[in-house]
Every structure is written in C-alpha cells, then in structure tokens.
C-alpha cells in the first residue's frame, strides 16, 4: 500500500501543485512574520541590553500616562543625582536629559526628523560605553548653540558639520549649529537623534537646569545590578521613584516596542489565515475530485484485499506528503518574505541586517503544524468517502461524489446553523451596548459562513440557472453545455466558488461599514465643525505653544481656541473606574463646534473645577449635572470635578472616547502642566475671508512644518485617507484570496478536463471546433465565478449593514453601499473567470480527438 500511495502521489503531482501552492503561501506568512518579529525582538534586546546603565532611576510611573497625548514630560530633580553618586558601590551617576516631543529644522524651514511616525529624540551628550552611537567627525558639544547630529539623519536631510538647525522644544525654541555627526554602533531603530551639551539640555528642552528626565548609575567593579538597586533605593526612597536594572530596562523597552511588532504580526497572520480558510477549499476539491477520478483504481485495490481503512490511510498519506513538501517550500519562501520586510523596514529608516536574521526553534515547528494540519484536515473527508466504496462499486466505476444524500444532510445542517448564525446577527442590530453587539456580530458573521459554505451545493443549480440563463441565447448549444456543466456536480461547483465567496464577503462587509464611517463622520463634521480653519500635527502629535502664539498674531485672524488631550482616570459613582482620553478647551468653544447639550452648556462646562460628559454615558453610570467626581491625571495629580454639562455624543465629532469627557483649559492646566496644544480652531475675522485667511496662515507657519491648515474639506480627506488605509489592507487580502481562488478554480477546471476527456473527445468528433470548445470552458468558469461573488457579496452587504450598526451605537448612524464598488467586484469576478480558463481551455482544444475518445 505504501509504494502504491507512493506511486500515485508521484503520478498526480501536476495536479497537486496548485493545492501545494496555497500551503506554501499559508506556511510563508507564517513563517514570515514569526521570523521577523523575532528578528526584531532580538536585535532591539542587545540594543537595550548594551545602552541601558546597571540601574536607572526614573520618576514614578503610574497608569496614566501623558507624553502621546499632551507632550509633557516626567522629571526628576537633577540635584537627585548628588545623592545617589554617594550611594557604597556607585562608580558613576548622570543626570539623563532626554525628551521625544521636540522638533529639529533646517534652515529651509524642513523638518529634520523622520517622516515615518519614529520620533525625533533631544538628549544631552554622553561619551560613555553604554552609548548608541560615537563622535566620527567633528567635536562633542560645548555650551548653549552647539549640537550633534546622528550620520543617518545627517545622511537623509543633507546636513553636514556648520549647518544651523532649530530646535521646537516645549520651553521655547532655540537655534543651534552642528559641530560634529555621531554614527550608530548598534541598530538604528529610525529616530532622529539630536545632542547637546549636557550643562544646557535641562534649561533648553525642560525649561530649567534643575529637572532631569532620568537618573542613570553605573556599578562599581563587582557590585551585582540587583543589589546596588537595592542600595540607591533606600537612598531615594523605595516609593518615591521607579528603579530599574539594566536588564529590567531593556524589557520595558523592548515591550514598548512590541506594540509596533503586534501590528505587523497580527496582519501577516490575517494574511496567512486568508490563505489558509481559502486554500482549504481548494484542497477539498482537489482530493475529492482525485478520488473520483480514481474510483477503479481504488476499487482494484479493494478488491485484491485492501480494506477501507488502508484505503483512507493512503490518501491521508498522500495528503502528509502534499502538506510536508508545502511546509518546506513555505518555509523557505517565508525566510524570503521575512528578508524582504527588513529591507523594507530599512527603507523607513529602521535598519536591519538580514544577516541577522533569527529563525527560532518556534518557526519551523508552527510552518509544519500549519502545513500538514490543513492538507490532513482538508484530505480527511475525501478519504472517507473514498474509504466508504465498496470494491463492486468502483469496479462499476461510480462516482464517489453524489449528489443525493450528502446535499439533503448539508441542507439540514445548513440551515440549523444559519438560522442561529442569523439570529446572532438580528441580535447585534437589536443590542443596545457596543461590547454585546461586536460579541454578536462575530458569532453571527463565523456561522452564516460556514452555513454558506455547507448549503452552498443546494444554491448552485437555482442561482447558475439565473446567471446562467443567458449563456443559450447567447452562445447558442455551446451556452446551453457551459451551463449545464457547471451544473453537472453541485458539491465541486459550491467547494470552487467559496473559495472565491469567503474573500469578497469580507471585502463586502468592510466596504459597507468604511464606507458608512466615512459617509457618517462626514455627517458629523458639517453638523459639528463650526471652524473656518483647523490647525494640527501631521501626525496629530502635540506641537509648541509658540504655534498658538503665531496664529493668533497673524492679520485676519478673529478667534483662536486651543485643544489640548491628557488621560485622566474618573472615579464614577457605581465605583467604577474609568480611564480615558479627555479634553481641554480655551474660551469661545460654542463659536468653532456645534455641540447638542441635553442639560447645562459650554459656559458651564469650561469653568474652573468642572467636567461636560456624554448624557449616555452619564445614564448608564448613575452620573447627573452636580455630581462631583475623583478624578487623576498624569503624574498622580488628583482632582475633585462637577459634572456641569451634558452633551450628545451622536454629534459631538471629536469626543469620541469613552465618556466624550472635556473640560476647560484652566483646570487642564492647574493638574496636567506642560501639556501642549493638540489643535487649533481659527475664525476668520470680521471683513475677512477664510480662503483669503488660510494662505496666510500657511506662510506664517512656514518654520513650524510639522503642522498644517486644513479647512472642513481638508478635514474630511484626513478621515477619508484614515479609513482608506484598513480599506486597503482588506483588499490587500482580498487580493490574496483572488490568488487562491483563481489557483482552485484552474485546478478545478484542469482536473474537470481530465475527467471529462472522452466526452471532449465524443464533442470533437460530431464537429465541436475547437473554438467552441474553448469559449464552453471559459463560460464555465466565468458562471462560476461570478456565483461565488454573488454569494460572497451578498454575505458581505449582511455583514456590512450589522457592522453599521454597531458603529451606530458609537455615533456613527449613516448607512451607506458602494454600490460602485459591488458591481465592479462582480466584473471582475468575470474576469477572473476567464482568466482562470485560459490554460485548461487551451490544454482541452489541443486534445487529439482520437485518443481522448479511447481514453478510460
């Protein structure tokens, strides 16, 4: 049995390629992304490891947190560092200077930092071994006015030794001249760094010489990390600063970066579970349509004494094999992807060596976990079907596959489970809160595939009927055999088509609801946004307050009202406690956005001591107008805030954290110093229009090129570019998906074309030209493909209208189709159809007539 397995798994290894195709490329993304974020996670260790000193003191940590939001910064005293140079075992202590809310230009008014969301880092130069980088030219910065420049940046942004650059910190902004380039000894991890003399880094980037950001303490010879943190702490005080080793440091660095590595993980995992749940179906049909094309081989074996259990042994092996040589290949193919993603991560700026590539014992075991699970998985029914022929049968030469019992079972379990995967989504349209309705929303969206999936043969012949019913007007008895051969096996059409359908349900359901959020935050802005101009970071990071002052001197400018962001934590009166993102307003708010107030307003809600909430919110908290709650900010201030307004959240655009929590710019300044605007909302004055206003604005804010002025339209194109961006990434996988759906639709039609040989061959003979022959095979595929769409598009719009309305419980309540977008995936559908025919059409046309009619 093993040398016959052997032999036939040889024998049909063309027709397996395709389905080895779709494990290869599931095992690569698998592989690739393990392989890269292991690549990272180990690169960036030895950096953190080599450049974190023995114990670091730090300001105490809390779970708020306030440099992403406000662009403050924690500080210690400097002084600080006096006390812990005397402590037994300190060789050496420094007071550490280092802020990431800075930004450098050059003297054209460019922005020296990267452009690739990595920050620009200002810190004070120390020539220590614990350094990332070493002075190659030019000298160490002495004094007020002298910088470094690392070779990267320098490299990057053409500025060399002499070059005077200006320096947007959060005290003020300073102009300095490059006196020396420092080059990295270790990974650039992108950022843009910039030093200065250590005598001037607190005055110039904290506002006084007196704060430091960090204390850092090397060990004398023999004294162990853990043991001098000890001592500093009970010279510090154990609970009035955090103390790390050099090893604790580098793991809290490097878990600060595993939120960027998460990213790129998860999505290369979608990836290559689309390839997957895709190449599954592909694998079905292979093996089942292999079975039966083999039924007299099989029954032969049978009959000369082998039972049903060497029967499903052998195509399980075969599937092992299939699944063992995809494994290999994707693994290799994912050290290729992986390779690829460093060099694109050292075009960003982030330079890897893929000569430090890290392929942990983890990879290969997951590649062959994933390869050979899916081919067994996918092999397991057709072997039991094969298994399940008596010799008698097969030596009759019956098809395995039927169409009668197994389609009546799959329409009682079809529709079992989609009545309950359709009662999850009635459910979700009907949920009043976010968290029960996504729960719903998933479990309705899992069951209704897989019922599509398994009462999909039961679909096939009234809907190609329909798509179909064209093709005999049309294309005459060559439309009327395309047709029916589609037809012919409603289990191999349905297993090829969902193939197909599971990539465009999804694109389907996203493009709805994207294209709903896009139609509803359109909605809110014209409702909410009362602003003729909106000033903002690119990257929608704080910027200086010296921005602020710029807009407000600049002629024509009436009213100018600043937005700054901080986390605060609010103690509400169920005891809950809720930690979120808040905003603060400078006077005139009611003039710049229109928000609905259910009880108090503006006035209120901005004065001194007082906080506005969203009126659901507050409902479902036991929160009403008066009532005084414990709040914390950054840095373990605390407050006691009375709720004075109440607000509808469904057009309030712009408070749409939870809570939609605000409040006036005086109590954000008395308990989160230092944060810094976020945005700007500017009227034009009086006699003064704001297309007139805005290219002032620009030229004005010429060395501040980190923001920029956007009007409403503006501001609705930044929301549209947003959104587009998890747009494209859906159809990215969708892509992938039209891969291996194409893949299964080729294998489908080959295989289809050998097993229908001799009736080609009888077609040919009573005059079917070859033509002919072709444009039936394309019909074929073209019918198809466009089945599987219509069933993945129509499964999607489902998806798409209970994916809206979860949003509409977050205030997002437009609904809206792409109906471009709907019928252009059906013509392509079509196309992909035809594509996908070419080859089998060709290889059928050039069939010799003769020997395709003695074919067994």
């Given at each position: 049995?093993?040398?016959?397995?052997?032999?036939?798994?040889?024998?049909?290894?063309?027709?397996?390629?395709?389905?080895?195709?779709?494990?290869?490329?599931?095992?690569?993304?698998?592989?690739?992304?393990?392989?890269?974020?292991?690549?990272?996670?180990?690169?960036?260790?030895?950096?953190?490891?080599?450049?974190?000193?023995?114990?670091?003191?730090?300001?105490?940590?809390?779970?708020?947190?306030?440099?992403?939001?406000?662009?403050?910064?924690?500080?210690?005293?400097?002084?600080?560092?006096?006390?812990?140079?005397?402590?037994?075992?300190?060789?050496?202590?420094?007071?550490?200077?280092?802020?990431?809310?800075?930004?450098?230009?050059?003297?054209?008014?460019?922005?020296?930092?990267?452009?690739?969301?990595?920050?620009?880092?200002?810190?004070?130069?120390?020539?220590?071994?614990?350094?990332?980088?070493?002075?190659?030219?030019?000298?160490?910065?002495?004094?007020?006015?002298?910088?470094?420049?690392?070779?990267?940046?320098?490299?990057?942004?053409?500025?060399?030794?002499?070059?005077?650059?200006?320096?947007?910190?959060?005290?003020?902004?300073?102009?300095?001249?490059?006196?020396?380039?420092?080059?990295?000894?270790?990974?650039?991890?992108?950022?843009?760094?910039?030093?200065?003399?250590?005598?001037?880094?607190?005055?110039?980037?904290?506002?006084?010489?007196?704060?430091?950001?960090?204390?850092?303490?090397?060990?004398?010879?023999?004294?162990?990390?853990?043991?001098?943190?000890?001592?500093?702490?009970?010279?510090?005080?154990?609970?009035?600063?955090?103390?790390?080793?050099?090893?604790?440091?580098?793991?809290?660095?490097?878990?600060?970066?595993?939120?960027?590595?998460?990213?790129?993980?998860?999505?290369?995992?979608?990836?290559?579970?689309?390839?997957?749940?895709?190449?599954?179906?592909?694998?079905?049909?292979?093996?089942?349509?292999?079975?039966?094309?083999?039924?007299?081989?099989?029954?032969?074996?049978?009959?000369?004494?082998?039972?049903?259990?060497?029967?499903?042994?052998?195509?399980?092996?075969?599937?092992?094999?299939?699944?063992?040589?995809?494994?290999?290949?994707?693994?290799?193919?994912?050290?290729?992807?992986?390779?690829?993603?460093?060099?694109?991560?050292?075009?960003?700026?982030?330079?890897?060596?893929?000569?430090?590539?890290?392929?942990?014992?983890?990879?290969?075991?997951?590649?062959?976990?994933?390869?050979?699970?899916?081919?067994?998985?996918?092999?397991?029914?057709?072997?039991?079907?094969?298994?399940?022929?008596?010799?008698?049968?097969?030596?009759?030469?019956?098809?395995?596959?039927?169409?009668?019992?197994?389609?009546?079972?799959?329409?009682?379990?079809?529709?079992?489970?989609?009545?309950?995967?359709?009662?999850?989504?009635?459910?979700?349209?009907?949920?009043?809160?976010?968290?029960?309705?996504?729960?719903?929303?998933?479990?309705?969206?899992?069951?209704?595939?897989?019922?599509?999936?398994?009462?999909?043969?039961?679909?096939?012949?009234?809907?190609?009927?329909?798509?179909?019913?064209?093709?005999?007007?049309?294309?005459?008895?060559?439309?009327?055999?395309?047709?029916?051969?589609?037809?012919?096996?409603?289990?191999?059409?349905?297993?090829?088509a969902a193939a197909l359908m599971v990539g465009l349900a999804l694109v389907g359901g996203m493009s709805v609801a994207s294209t709903s959020m896009t139609a509803s935050f359109d909605r809110q802005i014209d409702k909410a946004l009362g602003a003729d101009l909106i000033v903002q970071n690119t990257n929608f990071q704080p910027f200086t307050g010296q921005v602020r002052d710029t807009v407000a001197r600049t002629p024509g400018v009436g009213l100018v009202v600043a937005q700054r962001l901080t986390q605060v934590a609010v103690r509400l009166p169920n005891g809950t406690r809720v930690r979120t993102a808040a905003a603060g307003y400078s006077p005139g708010l009611d003039d710049v956005v229109h928000i609905p107030y259910t009880r108090g307003g503006s006035a209120a809600a901005l004065a001194d001591g007082h906080l506005a909430m969203d009126a659901d919110f507050a409902r479902d908290h036991g929160v009403r107008v008066g009532s005084v709650l414990a709040a914390e900010f950054p840095g373990g201030r605390h407050a006691e805030l009375t709720v004075a307004?109440?607000?509808?959240?469904?057009?309030?655009?712009?408070?749409?954290?939870?809570?939609?929590?605000?409040?006036?710019?005086?109590?954000?300044?008395?308990?989160?110093?230092?944060?810094?605007?976020?945005?700007?909302?500017?009227?034009?004055?009086?006699?003064?229009?704001?297309?007139?206003?805005?290219?002032?604005?620009?030229?004005?804010?010429?060395?501040?090129?980190?923001?920029?002025?956007?009007?409403?339209?503006?501001?609705?194109?930044?929301?549209?570019?947003?959104?587009?961006?998890?747009?494209?990434?859906?159809?990215?996988?969708?892509?992938?998906?039209?891969?291996?759906?194409?893949?299964?639709?080729?294998?489908?039609?080959?295989?289809?074309?050998?097993?229908?040989?001799?009736?080609?061959?009888?077609?040919?003979?009573?005059?079917?030209?070859?033509?002919?022959?072709?444009?039936?095979?394309?019909?074929?595929?073209?019918?198809?493909?466009?089945?599987?769409?219509?069933?993945?598009?129509?499964?999607?719009?489902?998806?798409?209208?209970?994916?809206?309305?979860?949003?509409?419980?977050?205030?997002?309540?437009?609904?809206?189709?792409?109906?471009?977008?709907?019928?252009?995936?059906?013509?392509?559908?079509?196309?992909?159809?035809?594509?996908?025919?070419?080859?089998?059409?060709?290889?059928?046309?050039?069939?010799?007539?003769?020997?395709?009619?003695?074919?067994?």
């Open positions: 049995m093993l040398k016959a397995t052997l032999r036939s798994f040889l024998a049909h290894k063309g027709r397996l390629a395709l389905s080895a195709l779709a494990v290869i490329l599931s095992v690569a993304f698998v592989a690739g992304s393990l392989i890269f974020s292991d690549t990272v996670t180990r690169t960036f260790d030895r950096l953190f490891a080599s450049t974190a000193a023995d114990v670091t003191v730090l300001p105490k940590q809390r779970d708020l947190t306030s440099a992403r939001l406000s662009g403050s910064v924690q500080t210690l005293p400097a002084a600080l560092r006096d006390r812990v140079a005397k402590v037994d075992g300190v060789a050496a202590a420094r007071a550490e200077v280092s802020v990431q809310n800075a930004v450098v230009v050059d003297r054209h008014n460019r922005s020296v930092g990267p452009t690739t969301g990595a920050p620009t880092i200002a810190t004070a130069w120390h020539a220590t071994h614990r350094s990332p980088v070493r002075l190659t030219s030019g000298h160490a910065p002495h004094g007020a006015g002298e910088a470094l420049l690392d070779a990267d940046t320098a490299r990057k942004r053409h500025v060399g030794i002499g070059d005077a650059l200006t320096v947007q910190a959060q005290p003020g902004t300073f102009r300095v001249r490059v006196v020396g380039i420092a080059t990295f000894t270790a990974t650039n991890p992108g950022a843009a760094l910039v030093f200065l003399d250590p005598a001037v880094a607190g005055r110039e980037l904290l506002g006084s010489a007196a704060k430091a950001t960090s204390i850092a303490v090397d060990a004398a010879k023999g004294v162990p990390d853990a043991e001098l943190k000890r001592r500093v702490a009970q010279a510090v005080g154990a609970g009035s600063y955090d103390l790390k080793t050099a090893k604790e440091q580098a793991k809290s660095a490097a878990a600060s970066l595993g939120t960027f590595l998460d990213v790129i993980k998860y999505v290369m995992l979608g990836f290559a579970g689309v390839a997957l749940l895709v190449g599954v179906f592909l694998i079905v049909n292979t093996f089942s349509m292999l079975i039966a094309q083999r039924t007299r081989e099989l029954g032969l074996l049978r009959a000369l004494g082998a039972d049903r259990r060497q029967v499903r042994r052998s195509v399980l092996t075969e599937a092992l094999l299939l699944g063992l040589a995809g494994s290999t290949l994707g693994l290799a193919a994912g050290i290729g992807l992986a390779a690829g993603l460093i060099r694109l991560m050292s075009a960003f700026g982030m330079n890897l060596k893929t000569t430090e590539m890290a392929i942990g014992w983890g990879t290969p075991v997951a590649a062959y976990v994933v390869g050979l699970g899916v081919t067994l998985v996918a092999a397991y029914l057709p072997a039991r079907r094969a298994a399940a022929v008596s010799p008698m049968a097969a030596l009759a030469d019956a098809e395995v596959a039927g169409v009668g019992k197994p389609l009546k079972v799959r329409a009682v379990v079809g529709a079992v489970i989609g009545a309950v995967g359709a009662a999850g989504l009635a459910g979700c349209a009907a949920a009043t809160r976010t968290a029960q309705a996504a729960a719903l929303l998933g479990a309705g969206v899992a069951l209704t595939l897989i019922a599509t999936v398994v009462a999909g043969p039961l679909l096939v012949r009234p809907v190609i009927r329909v798509l179909g019913g064209a093709f005999p007007a049309l294309f005459g008895a060559v439309g009327t055999m395309s047709q029916r051969n589609a037809l012919r096996n409603p289990r191999r059409t349905g297993a090829t307004a109440l607000t509808n959240q469904d057009t309030a655009q712009g408070f749409g954290t939870e809570g939609g929590m605000f409040f006036g710019l005086g109590t954000l300044a008395r308990y989160a110093p230092g944060a810094q605007d976020s945005a700007l909302f500017v009227n034009a004055a009086t006699g003064t229009r704001p297309q007139d206003l805005r290219p002032r604005l620009e030229r004005a804010l010429k060395p501040y090129p980190q923001v920029q002025v956007r009007n409403q339209t503006d501001y609705k194109q930044l929301v549209h570019d947003q959104i587009a961006v998890l747009l494209y990434l859906v159809y990215a996988l969708l892509g992938l998906a039209i891969v291996i759906a194409v893949l299964g639709v080729v294998n489908t039609l080959a295989l289809s074309v050998v097993e229908r040989t001799r009736e080609i061959g009888l077609l040919r003979a009573i005059g079917l030209g070859r033509r002919q022959l072709r444009r039936m095979i394309r019909l074929e595929s073209v019918v198809i493909a466009v089945f599987g769409a219509v069933l993945g598009l129509a499964l999607g719009l489902v998806w798409g209208v209970c994916m809206q309305q979860v949003l509409a419980l977050r205030g997002l309540t437009a609904l809206a189709v792409p109906w471009g977008t709907i019928v252009g995936v059906v013509i392509a559908s079509a196309v992909v159809g035809v594509v996908a025919a070419l080859l089998p059409a060709l290889r059928a046309s050039r069939m010799n007539v003769l020997a395709a009619i003695a074919h067994e």
